[in-house]
């Protein structure tokens, strides 16, 4: 049985977190989940770290022979694969139907990183079997990843796979196995399988060094790229090259579609190679050359019919337009081409043509274009939709004489092409590829006319561009990350922050966002000696306290709990206001929950509430450490407090609701923890237990549970 999503990948890590589940509360075992978990996710982020791995494994013999022999049995195989939330529970199923304990561990941890949207499998595998919860186990998480990993924060963000369908070197790697016929994602899946299992026979320093090669450059891509050029066929290299133009790689991109123009010269990628030359040379500025590729272009369109005789006219035209030619001649020949078209054929040329206007900012002569494709019998349902659709969104912004206001519509063309640029320098970010990512930016900025100096500054500092890092830097914080980027010394660093966060201290403002970036780019060693100079303070209040707290805080993000432990404590030595007491008894109770120590959690938060006892927070917290010691009438007591104090919070209630069914009726200790605390993902996962210890026998469907009442059915 195969998965539609996640295909071989997902068996994979089954397999690799099974291993594990009998004996992961090991801390060496952790690190190797938490290693690989790393890896699979830079493999589906960064095509050049991708591209990398693969030319690795198919350069040793025993590696390109499993990876070549894994796409030979793929592509024999014939299966309806199903989705991926149904192939989890399937496979769950059968685990608990076979009484495979660890099976059932590893499945359950991936999918409740499903539900969640987060990946949690290492820390939920981890604690199984140990004396440590799950949140103690993503301290250690992010701690590993923040000591060892350059630039942590682009693996703790949102990435996902950006063109991840057509990843550099796939297509070829699936040619050399004689399966280019398989379906994009399978070819992907296929390749990360395999590269998850070459991974995990590296030693620990060898996988530190991979995480975190630096971006892939244009040398190496010449490299990657070359024995492409000796297939027969000319597929693989045009998708790799369609890759890094769409990532943002465009000096490679440009090298690759030139060299695919004379490695496969008179078949059907020359003519696109030569397009995308052209568009890439544009984007440059380089307007007389790309000229000379959109004509390489339009000399092989001439063969291949009017269609794309037109188009190639209209590029040339674009061009033209730049350079300050007069073009009527070529736009009177595109005119008399379109008489000659089918109407399908006449409608596509239109809707080119008025997309051409568009960029152009040329909103009357788009407006013509689209009123012809309406005009146009026949014209296919989508392309009229389309038009419609425009041109409804052009008559809201006509001006008196009814004619598309030009102002308006390219303010609202600047603004989404800005941010469509911005965002695609958030991928290239969080693809690993803070170079493309700083193109990006610039390239919004030069559209909108704003400046996203913040984001520039953090690609510039991931990249290592010191001078672009001094230029971008405007928060006192990103001139202190500069002074240290110049080898300043750390004390007299130091000393220019602690001058920023008095600054942010007498504004009102959070001191987290001021120290956060600075002591993360920084060694533990350093980052205690940066934090003993902050805390340096003549003042014994809330200033001393609340600088202690931001630093707190500061450590529990980077995994550092002990730490963090020592600052909260030293702010209450500050002799803090009641309300700031207050609060740092209620971070004091959370840092103690989270990393398994309920009783001096239930202390922190009874010290806050003695202060405050008008804080529901914190008796919500009081609640979480209560249940976590099976101590559900004291749970109770507190969730009526919380309540009180804040009635119409739902998740207040549905924690009520669900300690009341548990002290009426206990069943299981785990899946009665994991019902009380309502977390989105712990639902499911009660339910499931629940249901396996009911008479009937497991359902699958408990895996839907998505409320306390949904869980209730499950509860025998």
Not at 151 to 173: I, Q, T
Not at 422 to 442: E, K, Q, S, T
Request: with cysteine; net charge negative; proline share 5%.
């Amino acid at each position: 049985m195969r998965v539609r999503e996640g295909n071989l990948t997902q068996q994979y890590f089954c397999d690799y977190l099974t291993l594990f589940a009998g004996d992961a509360s090991a801390k060496e075992s952790g690190e190797e989940i938490v290693l690989s978990n790393l890896f699979l996710h830079r493999m589906s982020v960064d095509g050049g770290f991708h591209a990398r791995v693969l030319s690795a494994i198919l350069g040793h013999e025993s590696d390109r022979f499993l990876l070549l022999s894994l796409f030979k049995e793929v592509s024999d195989e014939e299966y309806a694969p199903l989705p991926l939330d149904e192939w989890l529970k399937s496979e769950y199923s059968s685990a608990v139907n076979n009484a495979d304990v660890n099976r059932k561990i590893a499945i359950a941890a991936l999918l409740r990183s499903q539900i969640s949207g987060t990946n949690k499998a290492a820390e939920i595998v981890s604690a199984y079997g140990s004396q440590y919860p799950e949140s103690w186990w993503q301290f250690q998480t992010r701690r590993l990843t923040v000591e060892e990993i350059e630039n942590p924060d682009m693996y703790f963000g949102v990435g996902r796979r950006p063109f991840w369908h057509a990843f550099p070197l796939d297509e070829y790697a699936a040619v050399l196995g004689g399966a280019e016929t398989l379906p994009p994602e399978i070819i992907y899946d296929i390749i990360i399988c395999v590269a998850g299992a070459w991974f995990s026979t590296l030693t620990r320093e060898e996988k530190i060094i991979w995480l975190n090669m630096p971006r892939t450059t244009p040398d190496e891509w010449a490299k990657f790229a070359a024995p492409l050029l000796t297939l027969e066929k000319p597929g693989p290299a045009l998708s790799t090259a369609n890759w890094l133009y769409a990532s943002g790689n465009h000096d490679a991109a440009l090298d690759l579609y030139a060299n695919i123009t004379l490695a496969f010269p008179q078949t059907p990628v020359e003519k696109p190679a030569f397009e995308l030359m052209g568009a890439i040379l544009s984007e440059f500025g380089d307007f007389d050359y790309a000229f000379e590729s959109y004509k390489s272009a339009f000399l092989l369109a001439r063969n291949e019919g009017p269609y794309e005789t037109a188009v190639g006219l209209k590029n040339l035209c674009e061009v033209g337009d730049d350079l300050g030619e007069d073009m009527r001649d070529y736009y009177i020949r595109i005119a008399s081409i379109a008489e000659e078209l089918s109407p399908d054929d006449r409608v596509r040329l239109y809707f080119d043509l008025a997309s051409s206007a568009r960029k152009k900012y040329n909103y009357l002569d788009e407006y013509a274009y689209l009123e012809r494709i309406i005009a146009e019998e026949g014209a296919e349902e989508p392309f009229f939709s389309r038009a419609m659709s425009r041109i409804s969104e052009m008559n809201l912004a006509l001006d008196f004489d009814g004619k598309p206001d030009d102002s308006v519509l390219r303010e609202k063309d600047i603004r989404e092409q800005a941010e469509i640029l911005a965002a695609r320098g958030d991928a290239a970010y969080f693809g690993f590829d803070p170079v493309c990512a700083l193109f990006w930016y610039n390239r919004s900025d030069a559209v909108s006319g704003e400046n996203s100096s913040a984001k520039k500054f953090q690609a510039a500092v991931a990249a290592g561009l010191y001078t672009e890092a001094k230029e971008y830097a405007s928060t006192p914080a990103e001139k202190v990350m500069v002074m240290i980027m110049g080898d300043t010394p750390v004390h007299i660093a130091a000393r220019e922050l602690h001058t920023a966060v008095t600054e942010a201290w007498k504004a009102g403002a959070d001191i987290l966002p001021v120290v956060n970036p600075v002591l993360t780019m920084l060694s533990r060693e350093d980052r205690m000696l940066v934090s003993d100079i902050l805390t340096d303070r003549s003042t014994r209040d809330d200033e001393k306290a609340l600088v202690c707290s931001g630093i707190g805080d500061c450590y529990i993000s980077l995994g550092m709990s002990d730490e963090a432990r020592q600052m909260f404590r030293l702010a209450l030595r500050a002799n803090p206001s009641t309300p700031v007491r207050a609060r740092i008894f209620s971070e004091i109770g959370l840092l103690e929950y989270e990393t398994g120590n309920y009783d001096a959690s239930s202390e922190a938060y009874l010290s806050a509430l003695k202060m405050n006892e008008r804080f529901p927070a914190a008796w919500a917290g009081l609640a979480k450490a209560c249940i976590c010691q099976a101590k559900y009438p004291e749970a109770l007591a507190a969730l009526e407090n919380a309540i009180r104090h804040h009635p119409v919070n739902t998740t207040y209630q549905d924690m009520r609701k669900a300690v009341l069914a548990v002290i009426a009726h206990p069943v299981d200790e785990t899946a009665d923890r994991l019902f009380t605390l309502n977390d989105a993902a712990g639902l499911p996962a009660a339910a499931a237990l629940y249901s396996e210890k009911s008479p009937s026998g497991f359902k699958k469907e408990a895996w839907d549970a998505v409320s306390v009442e949904d869980v209730l059915k499950y509860r025998n």
